[in-house]
């Protein structure tokens, strides 16, 4: 089974450069998309009802904003959208659904760029999201955490460290954080099987960065480790193209 992450920076933007051509041909098994940036009455046909697959959306309140979708060949068990805190679910940022063997999390982690608020909104919300998942992962349960997470975690996962030590997605307070998720018993497994490999998930807009592979690596899937068995691979899909994001994979038995 292979579980797919992708931010695609506007979902109707994506679908005009062949984003349902891309499914039908690559044919995840689950794919959790983030930044969606579409409200439920813009939701049209074409990307709802894809040949084969479930799929459901959680919105954000403010239009053109934020926003996640969950595509899926088999239905869920069950499927919550959010962690029943207004302050975070009104962003839409949360898709949780549970299946036989596991549950997913497809979450769009805030950017804490634009203010000091907004980083202690960030803050806020890792603590509060991973709180809900610890509940669940002490319950024996089999947690898959996927999504823009907004954060590089070390050195290896940025192209140029030292002149993004200040900015938000590289502060100390922030990779201190993907080291708490760590210690709590989370694995970032891309990172777990590829220790020494240099590959990233993201690129600016600007100054030709994808073009110079001047990127981040801050798409994740983070996995309890109660689940590392059941892992096969994982993937960072550079070649895919559409948006200043790629796609990231998790293949699991």
Request: charged fraction near 30%; proline fraction near 3%; aromatic fraction near 14%.
């Amino acid at each position: 089974m292979k579980v797919y992450s992708w931010n695609v920076n506007g979902l109707r933007a994506i679908e005009k450069k062949g984003f349902t051509d891309w499914i039908k041909e690559e044919q995840p098994d689950i794919l959790c998309i983030q930044e969606t940036k579409i409200q439920y009455d813009q939701i049209e046909d074409k990307i709802k009802n894809i040949e084969g697959y479930k799929s459901y959306f959680s919105c954000a309140e403010r239009k053109g904003y934020s926003g996640v979708a969950t595509y899926s060949k088999e239905e869920p068990i069950s499927v919550s959208y959010g962690i029943g805190i207004n302050k975070f679910d009104s962003e839409g940022r949360i898709l949780i659904c549970e299946y036989d063997n596991f549950i997913l999390f497809n979450v769009y982690f805030p950017n804490g760029q634009s203010s000091e608020e907004r980083l202690n909104y960030k803050l806020e919300f890792y603590d509060a999201l991973f709180k809900y998942c610890d509940e669940l992962k002490n319950n024996g349960k089999k947690l898959i955490i996927c999504g823009d997470y907004n954060t590089a975690h070390n050195e290896i996962d940025l192209k140029n460290p030292k002149a993004n030590s200040n900015t938000s997605g590289f502060l100390p307070i922030e990779r201190e954080w993907i080291d708490d998720i760590i210690e709590r018993g989370y694995i970032d497994i891309f990172r777990q099987l590829h220790p020494d490999e240099v590959k990233y998930s993201w690129w600016s807009y600007r100054f030709n960065a994808r073009r110079n592979n001047a990127g981040w690596r801050i798409d994740y899937h983070f996995i309890s480790g109660n689940m590392i068995d059941d892992v096969e691979g994982a993937e960072i899909l550079n070649e895919v193209t559409g948006s200043d994001h790629c796609p990231v994979v998790l293949i699991i038995k």
